[in-house]
């Protein structure tokens, strides 16, 4: 019986499964290249406005850099066009909507798309 569980696995993944994970990963890094990953940023501030949700301090094109896109469910995959899952809040308020943790990781993905 023993046997029969081994010879099943033996005749399925040719492949490491691994191995095809990072070929995966490899493909999105380089459609990310095409595609920016915080294409939904812009997005966001031409939805909702250079304008935090919070304090509602206003931003212009210069400084617009200080104001980033909160995901409401924390997920910042779930990008929905219409915006319904962002908030426009700046860098201070975010740092409270947030651990520090988070933040820094958010802000390792900016520098990456500039
Ligand atoms: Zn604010
Ligand atoms: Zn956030």
Redesign the pocket.
Known sequence: MRNRGYSVRRKGPSKPKDDGKSVEEFVKELRGLAAPKNNYREQSLRIHGLI??????EFDYKDRHLLTVHHKDGNHNNNPQDGSNWEN??????D?EHSRGILADYFEQAEKDK
């Open positions: 935090c949700a919070k304090c509602a301090r809040l700046c860098v201070y308020c975010h409270d």
